[in-house]
């Protein structure tokens, strides 16, 4: 069977296995106290080129947007979000749930576009009667977007200066950061980012990581009592140097960026593939997640040697699926598929 | 160093470890809905002699008693609960981060008693004003409980039958209850417990896994929807399997049980030395968690060569101090701790 | 000044006012416990012809709302409405600030099409990742709506049988019901409304009360400890017997219906006027809301004599303005508003 | 029959109805934007002697109280206050329904000690675990307390010393200020005790309102964009100068103080006849609420003529019953209680 339904269908890059084993025993403090959590901390302070940056490593990616956007929206505050955003439809309502109002604006391929956020932000400042409505204290976007589409330097840095001009932090989900920068289409680089948001979460478990989200707040800006906050929410690991031993594995000797890179090279000879196969493509993603538009009557025997994921019924006789590589994928199991396509 | 501030300062059973990177690339689907979760869920519930019991993986303790009680109780109701019970104290408000109220009623060394908890019950059903004030919907006790005291067969039936009586659930905090089960003094069995009560967890972090907590709703009671609200509280877990291959592990050939056995031990030879050494024991502890007052004069010296816990401090000159022994306690460290004692 | 900006600029209607000080030294006891309350529901069921319902006055509608949805949906539940319903642009986040997910529908000068509810309940229902999704717990709509509009009975019939075919309660706002109720175009009697939803409220507020809304659980379906529920809001007024004097009030000699009758005769008049002088109306409103689209330069004139609302701003140069006309307005006023037209 | 059963059996005092009658037809704007609020605020600042004061008009305790802690704490912060506050036991789980838990103290007759308090923050500052627990972010007392009991000048100024010392707000509960104020034994004026604290209220529902409570944050320290949160809340009130009216009412000619005094004077006549019937006092209360030790045997009687309040059974054969006296209680009430004694 090929694995192309998810980015997160194996536990985790070997090195990473390896480090825990031989930690197995060092007898380290809970909480992400210990010295494994600081060393990663500093590993990808260096990276971002963030000296300032306060880092917190939680468990995985809906309880990070869940306790980021509570922690730094006030609490009659909502976020904007695209109406295609991760937080919208794919998370049970885990925002709404500690009280938020989620404010959308059009994603067009999962991507917002600077002027409607301005349209909102400023429709808000203009209503005479906007006390009897919820302000947007946050902007939240994906990087790739939940389409594997990616914002360009120029359009990061249009929406951050909206951001600024109206005050609100934006926060970027990086589930997929790596399979975002390793893109051919990329023109930001990790600094760049993180010198583009006010805070952002480096995504490992679809990253290599068993698990593990690590959070930067890119300039000395981690909420107060940040810590209890976490622990507030369920999401305070008690063996948290686990987390710490895995983002120290992906920053050492630039192991994230290059699992990131093999998920694209084999992102990239798969979309090729797809083409010289004939098949339509649903969008022209530049990143790991591929779309292509397959007659329903192929799935039966697709479905027998690969694993790929249900996207949406574009017609009665088509079905737009997803392929998924990931840090995990070999450039042989591209050839493979071939056979199955 | 000699490790004995906690029972999580080691990662995990090395066979633990050994079964993940033998499964790391098996693919499969995420959020439990694997092979794994399964099989480990059948031996839970093989344990539990509950065939009708219906289980979920999550990964920690706060987070699984605040998902428990936010879905058992109606929202409206409270929780009854020792004052010394770890989701009063020790949780940073996240039952209440939930919107529900702690009835408190009082704990002796962590226990509660029968008594207490029917006049409990019995004043709101008697108050004309009850409306008012928040009724209790559910009952929540550890075992072992936070001072290592566990409930005697005799007391648990007792006290259930009052929360069937009153027709609450009852809810076992089980972050430790390998250790409570191998206690020379206990008199029950885990299908004796696992029929006392409505829903428990089996704890693993504490007991040897990475991480995780097996939720056993024991009667198929689980709520509604359970997974959703798992999902919506940011509690599951993308590669939900690592919790279900732990699980697995724990409970073939006994590894769990085993493991609770060998905390045991080293916890009895331990306090037969704090008694023999001339130390007053703060309490008599049946389970892993031993607590002696020392003069503080001594801790400077014990503190170099053993990590230990603080409780409190009973008068200027003492502190009580907690020695924590587990799965990975090797009966060799507590003849070493002898040195320093 | 002629007071067209909303339907709750006056006090109360001077029959409640006159009770109110008639039993001002009764000596009530609290919180709705008291012979008014009594009564008021008593008349209320008659006039619904719900011999079960169940019956709770609230203090306003937002908070009428919230407590509403709050206690009929599942905590991880969310409920549906047009996107222009009132619970998701104007009431601060009330809804998510209880936990749940407004799940918008189009909205069609303000009525959803049952089309895009079955569309939307049936997407869920096949969706094989519905269980990451938030479920629909109830449907909200408006009647009259927001923009002055109402349901048809054939319309109500076929969402009401949509939800009961879904299992999901309909929740209708009744802030400004007698207003839709009365409307010339209104084929709906109270009684028939009553039992084509599970719940909906009677709007005291902008119908005549100084204050108050009468809750209608349609079928013996009060959610379970719902006097809790209302206290735990903060929704329960102590001195409860007042809101029960103004139903009552409002109930005898149908002067609900009588100040229904007003509004909608004066917005009548109203909407021949507007037609008479040319204005151009933003939609045809058959209740006592009425929509113009005015020119700019006529506003500061107009202004002076007249309190309207604000909607919109269609292009530049032109303004949709709101006249509300309501239980206190007076035939004459309309004439007095002609000559500033 | 005899009204001592609550403070709140009448609805209001008549010029208020007199007013509200009288401005009927005025045509204000909603939502406490009106002049009449605007000119109550200004009495009430004038009254506290505090210019920079901020004020908003609510619709009653609990809500008032859930709606302030709310917005002054922190998402992650508790509420100090004394067991028997009766934020704690009386309000359906308000706070914690807004994510708050209650950290709660011994409550002397009511009152809070300043050695507990400082106890309690001491401890939070000195303990290395504190970010696993909740912070305090403010302290919460009632004056006069739910036992009539009320706090003189001193122990007020050491409280709130304590509460700047830790920089937590002070919140006084002033359902009953008014009772509280005029006690022979009180030794505060208003403008003295608005200095003691961050924000009060002056509770209008139990001394002559028909509802509402004014809240009073003293130092321009209104929590930003409260207006909203009070919507959030469902605390907005549609026709808030309703509100604004009566404490404009409250407020002229002193009517307030004397609303107050009259109770007070009819309470200590009250206690007088107790102690001369030979009544046993369960506590010696100061303010409006008389609490006498009564044998069972006399109840069915007494219940006849006079409507009380059950308070508590010391033992079998007696009964603590409370006397509330009010703003509409007549002396003469007193004399004919005397006959039923």
């Known amino acids: 069977m090929l694995f192309f339904s998810s980015d997160y269908q194996q536990a985790c890059h070997p090195e990473i296995l390896r480090r825990i084993s031989e930690t197995n025993f ?7 106290t210990d010295d494994h959590c600081k060393t990663a901390k500093e590993k990808i302070k260096e990276a971002c080129e963030t000296p300032d940056a306060e880092i917190f490593f939680i468990g995985g990616g809906t309880q990070t947007n869940m306790l980021v956007l509570d922690t730094i929206l006030a609490p009659y505050e909502g976020v904007i979000s695209a109406e295609t ?50 302000p947007a204290g946050a902007l939240y976007i994906s990087f790739p977007t939940e389409y594997g589409t ?6 990061l840095t249009e929406i951050y200066g909206i951001c600024r001009e109206y005050d609100i932090p934006l926060f970027i989900d990086g589930a997929r950061l790596g399979y975002g920068l390793m893109s051919p289409e990329c023109d930001l680089t990790l600094p760049e980012l993180a010198h583009l948001c006010d805070v952002f979460y480096v ?36 063996k948290g140097w686990l987390l710490g031993i895995q983002f120290e594995t992906l920053f050492t000797d630039d192991l994230y960026f290059k699992l990131g890179k093999n998920a694209i090279d084999c992102a990239m000879k798969l979309k090729k593939l797809l083409i010289e196969k004939g098949y339509k493509l649903h969008l022209d993603s530049p990143t790991n997640q591929q779309f292509a538009v397959v007659e329903d009557s192929l799935l039966p025997k697709l479905a027998k040697h690969v ?7 574009p017609d009665d006789t088509h079905t737009v699926i997803r392929f998924a590589t990931g840090w995990a994928t070999r450039p042989e199991d591209i050839d493979e598929l071939a056979k199955y396509l």
Chains 1, 2, 3, 4 share one sequence.
Do not use: C
């Open 26 to 32: 060092e007898g380290n403090p809970g909480y992400g």
């Open 150 to 155: 990616i914002y360009s330097k120029s359009e």
């Open 307 to 313: 694993n790929y994921g249900f996207w949406e019924k």
């Open 85 to 134: 955003g991760h937080i919208q439809g794919h998370e049970a309502g885990a925002v709404e749930f500690t009280g938020h109002k989620i404010l959308t604006i059009p994603g067009y391929e999962g991507k917002i576009r600077a002027a409607d956020l301005r349209a909102r932000l400023r429709a808000y400042a203009d209503d005479d009667n906007r006390e009897h409505t919820t």
């Open 203 to 238: 995504g490992g478990t679809k990253m290599g990581a068993l698990m593990g989200e690590a959070v930067v707040f890119t300039h000395a800006n981690m909420p107060k009592h940040f810590f209890t906050s976490v622990k507030q929410h369920g999401a305070l690991l008690a």
